[in-house]
């Protein structure tokens, strides 16, 4: 709740009593604009959720006094965070002024370093992408695919241009553990993402830009911009589930999104998709998990052995008739091991539902959820909530955009670390 001190209270007044990474007092790296106030911050909010506002509803809605809201939004109306929108008449009264964001008045970038690509991004005040950079690669040698990034920053900076100022961070997303599964890849492949264990990518880039760098889990990123502009706005609990080159996860609980001690939860391309084998185990090792089964590479090798151009797996094209034979098998075992995945999330943490989103074509992402929903007929749901199966909103640039929300609501709204979905307000 805002806390309501006179006019315009100072930030040591305001801000919630805590310490650490999760201070709202603090402000990681420069910024042109300076440190928000809680209270301003409190507003931002209010305007993000509701839309365009007027003052009055504003006062309202935040439980502060009108004195205060005009204050508020006169300095964030001079800093260029908010716009007044044409008066709204024929109410009593006088007529209204709505204020809403400016899309112009701050942006941030979004980088997600992955196995196949890597992708910059700079997203708007309002969360929208106006920029966005690709580069694609065998593998991600960490001696060139950092030059890289910096390389996209620059690109970027020029494109922006006067705008560039605005810009109050940098969202770098990756996998968490990059180096492992190296053996899955193969050859060069497997030597360049072994070379990831030693190093500090997040360390790396924030060497080289003036930028405050925030760094999270690829799928964590994604998960963000689910939920803060796709599913995440109207349910409260739900599996993250990103299909890429390596199929991944993320969980929301009660609106948070839940990190674990590690950062780690959620990682469900870890799970195990059959039993062990009891004492024989060991010569045949372990059984095999979802990230085995069920992630793009397996159907990317496919096409590679037949002689076909791996991109596919981005283009609608590849559910034309005559790449069936690769496609129907690799959706039969993804679907297979999802269903699977999705009836032990539901037993575990009931969920109201597990939302499906990735880097694949649409065409083939739309054909994996509904044979996995087809799949999910084959379990028993006795004893538990059946979670919905939902295509995500956002797509192929979701880790690279939740990279890119990180670190505008770290700056400007009252949830620093965004483990909360919404402020009471």
């Known amino acids: 709740m805002a806390i309501d001190e006179g006019p315009y209270p100072a930030a040591s007044s305001t801000a919630p009593e805590t310490s650490g990474a999760g201070d709202t007092r603090r402000m990681r790296g420069s910024n042109h604009m300076g440190m928000r106030q809680f209270n301003e911050r409190i507003v931002l909010q209010a305007i993000r959720h509701h839309g365009a506002i007027p003052k009055a509803d504003l006062a309202r809605m935040t439980h502060l006094s009108s004195q205060t809201v005009a204050v508020i939004v006169g300095r964030l109306l001079e800093d260029g965070l908010l716009i007044k929108q044409d008066r709204v008449r024929g109410r009593i009264g006088q007529p209204s002024v709505p204020l809403s964001l400016n899309p112009k008045g701050a942006y941030s970038i979004g980088v997600q370093l992955g196995r196949r690509s890597l992708q910059l991004v700079v997203a708007d005040f309002c969360g929208a992408i106006v920029e966005r950079l690709d580069y694609r690669y065998e593998y991600p040698d960490p001696d060139l695919v950092i030059p890289q990034i910096v390389q996209g920053l620059d690109v970027l900076r020029q494109r922006l241009g006067n705008a560039w100022p605005r810009v109050v961070g940098i969202g770098l997303t990756a996998p968490l553990?990059?180096?492992?599964?190296?053996?899955?890849?193969?050859?060069?492949?497997?030597?360049?993402?072994?070379?990831?264990?030693?190093?500090?990518?997040?360390?790396?880039?924030?060497?080289?830009?003036?930028?405050?760098?925030?760094?999270?889990?690829?799928?964590?990123?994604?998960?963000?911009?689910?939920?803060?502009?796709?599913?995440?706005?109207?349910?409260?609990?739900?599996?993250?589930?990103?299909?890429?080159?390596?199929?991944?996860?993320?969980?929301?609980?009660?609106?948070?999104?839940?990190?674990?001690?590690?950062?780690?939860?959620?990682?469900?391309?870890?799970?195990?998709?059959?039993?062990?084998?009891?004492?024989?185990?060991?010569?045949?090792?372990?059984?095999?998990?979802?990230?085995?089964?069920?992630?793009?590479?397996?159907?990317?090798?496919?096409?590679?052995?037949?002689?076909?151009?791996?991109?596919?797996?981005q283009s609608p094209s590849i559910m034309d008739s005559a790449y069936a034979a690769y496609t129907t098998p690799w959706l039969e075992q993804s679907a297979s091991a999802l269903a699977m995945t999705v009836t032990s999330a539901a037993a575990l943490l009931d969920l109201d539902a597990v939302v499906l989103d990735g880097a694949l074509a649409p065409p083939l992402m739309q054909a994996l959820l509904e044979r996995t929903q087809a799949g999910l007929a084959d379990y028993a749901f006795d004893g538990m909530y059946q979670p919905q199966l939902l295509m995500g909103q956002i797509g192929s640039y979701a880790r690279a955009l939740g990279g890119a929300l990180l670190p505008l609501h770290s700056q400007f709204f009252p949830d620093k670390n965004i483990f909360l979905k919404r402020d009471k307000v």
């Open 177 to 313: 553990f990059l180096h492992q599964w190296a053996d899955m890849l193969g050859g060069q492949a497997a030597q360049a993402l072994a070379r990831w264990e030693h190093v500090d990518l997040h360390a790396r880039v924030q060497a080289r830009t003036e930028l405050p760098v925030d760094f999270a889990k690829d799928t964590t990123a994604a998960c963000v911009a689910e939920l803060l502009q796709g599913h995440g706005q109207s349910i409260s609990s739900f599996l993250y589930i990103y299909a890429g080159t390596f199929i991944g996860g993320a969980l929301v609980l009660a609106g948070h999104i839940m990190g674990g001690e590690r950062g780690n939860a959620g990682a469900i391309g870890s799970l195990p998709v059959a039993l062990g084998q009891g004492p024989d185990s060991a010569r045949r090792g372990p059984p095999p998990q979802l990230l085995q089964m069920a992630s793009g590479w397996q159907l990317e090798q496919s096409l590679l052995q037949a002689g076909h151009d791996p991109l596919l797996l």
